[in-house]
């Protein structure tokens, strides 16, 4: 029988490729979702990278993205492969999602609330802030019993990082998941509208 | 501890120098006053690290030159090693320091102050836009596949039935009722005799059983009828020669080992180094012995 052309053989390589880097991308397989760069390498092979970037152009489609989350701070210019081995990849919504569909993600209103302003005022205050600074600024807005119960939930969840000294720090999810340089130009961007 | 007391505790320094001038001969007065310095600035940087305020309140020149004023005084290992870390905290103080400034020069970078005021003013529905107009969820599935469905159910299969499994770990019962101290020592929960009088038995026992050269057989001394007789013994020898009342003597090429009573105790134990050496005491090591004997 005679073989198919090159290219289309590539293009069905690819296709497998793609669908095996869906499954693990999706399926949460360790106690983290997502997959590390190496991980993926292993299963992938070493043209991983362009593998990823085909299923995200096609997760674009359906508002959905590959997110590349890399160990330390993202690198100024083009990432290396060890930098990519290293980093951690997330399917993340590509778009934003409206109040109403919040109710989707298990959260309530308050919650999403106390979360945005612990968030916030962690980046406000480069990364690292004591926790009752925190606790009190949600009771500001939040019923008393509310504040501990809902920092501990941002600490399961993987938004916020507790250390020994009650100093609370930005962890894997919000690099995941919150657009930090847009959340902070929005809540300045208000600042200096009201300014005018 | 507020940025305040930071630059409260390095102006302290002094204060506390000038109160502290009494009685003791200079240069000794001198290394208690270094090394108080070093542990404030250690705690100090500290501080620092773990409480988050400005590390730019601590002023690395000023103790860079406290430092340097004391570690001509430094002569033991304990004063090094104070030195060492004081340098070191201050090395993650510094650390802090660039952070700080690579911080404020990102895009990321805001007045904290204004920031603060921001959140503290909106009200929460603004807010949850703005953070919605920035979040973007993770997507993750959680579902059974059809390989671990397969898998449990050919676990479900082989496993036995509850009271069946019950059945097996089920413990003996007995009654419950007195023990006497003979029973127990046959059972080996009590011991006959104390344990140093049993070392001191074993020991007198060594010193008659040994040849004129002074030692004899290690396997000879702690071999007895029983396997269990025999590590009885092992483990009482192995106190004989930790206390000091005996050594071994092992010629590796000849895989032999001898143990050497002393007159009396020895102390050089905790003069020299102490080493470990494991003798296998196994049943296929007794059998051997037990056979060589009936030979």
């Known amino acids: ?196 | 501890m507020t940025p305040f007391s930071a630059v409260y505790i390095l102006h302290l320094f002094n204060i506390y120098e000038i109160n502290e001038a009494t009685t003791l001969p200079p240069k000794k007065r001198k290394k208690k006053l270094g090394e108080e310095q070093l542990q404030r600035i250690i705690d100090l940087c500290k501080s620092a690290e773990e409480k988050s305020f400005d590390p730019f309140l601590v002023d690395i020149d000023d103790i860079i030159n406290i430092i340097q004023e004391y570690f001509p005084e430094w002569e033991s290992m304990d004063e090094f090693n104070l030195d060492a870390e004081a340098i070191n905290r201050l090395a993650s103080v510094i650390k802090l320091q660039s952070e700080w400034v690579r911080h404020r020069s990102t895009s990321l970078y805001t007045d904290p102050f204004l920031l603060e005021e921001k959140i503290r003013k909106l009200d929460k529905e603004e807010l949850i836009d703005f953070f919605l107009r920035a979040w973007h969820p993770i997507i993750e599935l959680e579902q059974i596949s059809l390989h671990s469905l397969a898998k449990a159910t050919e676990y479900w299969e082989s496993l036995l039935p509850l009271d069946e499994r019950w059945l097996k770990t089920k413990g003996i019962e007995t009654k419950l009722g007195a023990t006497s101290r003979e029973e127990l020592i046959g059972q080996r929960i009590l011991l006959e005799k104390a344990f140093s009088e049993e070392l001191a038995i074993l020991w007198e026992e060594l010193k008659s059983k040994v040849g004129e050269d002074g030692r004899m057989h290690y396997w000879d001394f702690v071999g007895a009828d029983s396997y269990e007789e025999t590590l009885q013994r092992a483990y009482l020898t192995s106190f004989l020669i930790t206390y000091g009342y005996a050594t071994l003597e092992i010629y590796r090429l000849e895989e032999e080992v001898y143990i050497r009573p002393f007159e009396k105790p020895s102390s050089m134990v905790s003069k020299k180094q102490v080493v470990s050496i494991p003798v296998s005491i196994s049943i296929e090591e007794w059998e051997k012995w037990k056979n060589h004997q009936q030979d």
Request: aromatic fraction near 8%; charged fraction near 35%.
């Open chain 1, 1 to 196: 029988m005679e073989k198919p052309p090159t290219r289309l053989r590539k293009k069905a390589l690819y296709l497998r490729k793609i669908k095996r880097a869906t499954h693990l991308l999706f399926y949460k397989r360790h106690r983290k979702p997502g997959v590390k760069g190496w991980e993926l390498k292993q299963s992938l092979g070493s043209d991983y990278p362009k593998v990823i970037q085909l299923l995200d152009r096609y997760l674009e489609k359906l508002d959905l993205q590959v997110k590349t989350v890399f160990e330390g701070e993202k690198p100024a210019e083009k990432p290396t492969l060890t930098h990519l081995d290293t980093a951690r990849f997330y399917v993340t919504l590509r778009g934003t999602i409206a109040q109403k569909e919040t109710k989707l993600c298990g959260w309530r209103i308050d919650d999403i609330a106390g979360l945005a302003m612990a968030i916030s005022y962690v980046i406000s205050k480069k990364g690292k802030v004591p926790r009752e600074e925190v606790e009190e600024l949600l009771r500001d807005k939040l019923p008393g019993w509310r504040v501990d119960i809902n920092l501990d939930r941002y600490i399961r969840a993987g938004y916020l990082a507790e250390d020994k000294n009650d100093q609370l720090y930005l962890d894997w999810r919000t690099r995941a998941e919150v657009d930090q340089k847009a959340l902070v130009d929005m809540l300045l961007g208000v600042e200096s509208a009201e300014t005018k």
